[in-house]
C-alpha cells in the first residue's frame, strides 16, 4: 500500500514539473546566482516589500532536493519519461549534487569524507569514522551517474570532471568512471586546464595527477572525431605527422598564418591541442611523471591541431629542467635520470629527441 502512495506522490510531482512556468503560483526562493530568473530581474525595478520575478523553466530544481537519494532517482525517472528537456534534467543533476556532495568542488573535503589520506604516494584507505559518508556520496555519485542525459551539453563538461574527480577519490565504479570519460571526451573542447587536473590516488603510482584518465579522455575525444584525415589509432605515435620536420623551426612569429585556411574545419582539435599542451606543462612539474606518460600523452594530439609547437617545446622544457634538478637529489637510477642523462638540454628543440621516427 506504502509503494502505491509512493508511486502516485511521484507521478503527481513528475507531472507538474511539465506545467508550464506562465501557469506556476511561484514565490520566489530562487537561490542559484547564475538563474534564468536572477538574469532578468533589474533591481531598480524591485520594491523593498514585493518582488514578482519571472518563472525560470528549472523552477522545480530546488524544490525537489530534499528528497533522499532513492526517491530523487524514480522521481528522475520518472520526469525523463515525461520528456522533459535534457539541458534542465542535467541542470537538476547539477544543483542535487551539490546539495548533498557539496564536495564536488572542493577536493580537500572529498579526500577527507572519503577517508583518503594524502602525502602518502597516493595510498590510503577508508577510515571507521569516514567509511560510512564515503559509502553513501560514493553511491549517491554513481545514481548522478546513471541519470546523466545522454544529449551532448546537457550537462557541462565543467560539472563530468568534477564528478570524475570525485568518482576517482571516492573510489567509485569502474563503470561509472568510464562513462563519465566517455561523456567528456565527446565535449573535451569545453574542459579547462584546472578540471582536469585529476589527483592521482593509486597505490602503484608516486604521481601527483591521473595521466592515464587524461588519456582515455583523449582517446575517447580522438574518437568522436574520428575522420579520413583524424584516424585514431592504438599506436601511440600514429598521430605524428610526416611533415614534423617542416614544423620545428616554427614559432608564433614566423608561423604563415595562411595556412589557417585549412584547419578551419577543427577548431575543437586546436582547442583540445592547446588545453593537452597547457597540460602537460603542468604535469611536467611532478619529479614522479614517468617519461613515457608523458611522451604518450603528448603524441595523442594529431600534428595538424598544432600549426605551432610552442606550448609543446615549453612543456617539453619544463620536464627536462624538473628531471635534471630533481637527478641531482637523488641516485641516479631514478626512472627518468638513465633516460635523460644524455645531455639534452643540448637537444631540448629538437622533437625528436622526444619523439622518435620510426
Same mark, same amino acid.
Not at 112 to 126: I, Q, T
Not at 332 to 354: G, V
Given at each position: ?14 507531472? %507538474? ?12 526562493? &530562487? ?39 532513492? /526517491? ?23 544543483? &542535487? @549534487? ?19 589520506? !594524502? ?8 577510515? @571507521?569514522?569516514?567509511?560510512? #559518508? ?25 560539472? /563530468?570532471?568534477?564528478?570524475? %574527480? ?8 569502474? #563503470?561509472? %568512471? !568510464?562513462? /563519465? ?15 582536469? =587536473? $585529476? ?9 601527483? &595527477? ?19 584525415? #583524424? ?12 611533415? !614534423? ?24 582539435? =586546436? ?8 597540460? /602537460? ?31 609543446? &617545446?615549453?612543456? $617539453? ?42
Amino acid at each position: 500500500m506504502g509503494g502505491q502512495v509512493v508511486g502516485r506522490c511521484i507521478d503527481s510531482i513528475s507531472s %507538474k514539473t511539465m506545467v508550464e512556468p506562465s501557469k506556476v503560483d511561484w514565490s520566489f526562493t &530562487y537561490t542559484r546566482s547564475s538563474s534564468t530568473a536572477m538574469s532578468e530581474h533589474s533591481s531598480s525595478n524591485m520594491s523593498s516589500s514585493h518582488w514578482m520575478s519571472p518563472v525560470p523553466r528549472d523552477w522545480w530544481v530546488e524544490d525537489i532536493c530534499g528528497l533522499d537519494v532513492e /526517491l530523487y532517482w524514480r522521481l528522475m525517472v520518472a520526469v525523463k519519461a515525461k520528456g522533459m528537456p535534457q539541458e534542465q534534467i542535467g541542470e537538476s543533476l547539477r544543483v &542535487y @549534487t551539490l546539495r548533498w556532495l557539496p564536495g564536488v568542488s572542493k577536493e580537500q573535503q572529498l579526500l577527507l569524507d572519503g577517508g583518503v589520506r !594524502m602525502g602518502n604516494g597516493g595510498g590510503g584507505g577508508f577510515s @571507521t569514522d569516514h567509511a560510512e #559518508t564515503a559509502t553513501k556520496h560514493r553511491e549517491l555519485l554513481e545514481t548522478i551517474v546513471s541519470l546523466l542525459p545522454s544529449e551532448k551539453g546537457s550537462s557541462s563538461c565543467s560539472f /563530468l570532471l568534477k564528478l570524475l %574527480k570525485a568518482a576517482t577519490i571516492l573510489s567509485a565504479s569502474p #563503470t561509472a %568512471k !568510464m562513462e /563519465l570519460v566517455r561523456r567528456i571526451g565527446l565535449q573535451l573542447e569545453d574542459a579547462s586546464l584546472r578540471d582536469l =587536473l $585529476i589527483p592521482s590516488l593509486s597505490y602503484s603510482s608516486d604521481s601527483l &595527477y591521473d595521466v592515464d584518465l587524461v588519456q582515455h579522455i583523449v582517446e575517447q575525444y580522438l574518437a568522436s572525431e574520428k575522420s579520413p584525415t #583524424t584516424s585514431p589509432s592504438n599506436n601511440g605515435g600514429a598521430w605524428r605527422s610526416q611533415s !614534423m620536420d617542416r614544423h620545428r623551426s616554427q614559432s608564433i612569429e614566423n608561423f604563415n598564418f595562411s595556412e589557417r585556411s585549412s584547419f578551419t574545419g577543427h577548431s575543437s582539435q =586546436l582547442k583540445v591541442a592547446k588545453l593537452i599542451d597547457s597540460y /602537460l606543462a603542468e604535469i611536467a612539474r611532478d619529479t614522479n611523471l614517468p617519461l613515457s606518460k608523458f611522451v604518450q600523452l603528448a603524441e595523442s594530439v594529431p600534428d595538424f591541431a598544432r600549426p605551432v609547437h610552442d606550448k609543446l &617545446y615549453h612543456a $617539453i622544457d619544463m620536464y627536462l629542467q624538473v628531471q635534471f634538478f630533481f637527478c641531482t637529489l637523488v641516485p641516479p637510477n631514478h626512472h627518468a635520470c638513465f633516460e635523460l642523462s644524455q645531455n639534452p638540454f643540448s637537444r631540448k628543440h629538437q622533437p625528436e629527441f622526444f619523439f622518435h621516427t620510426p
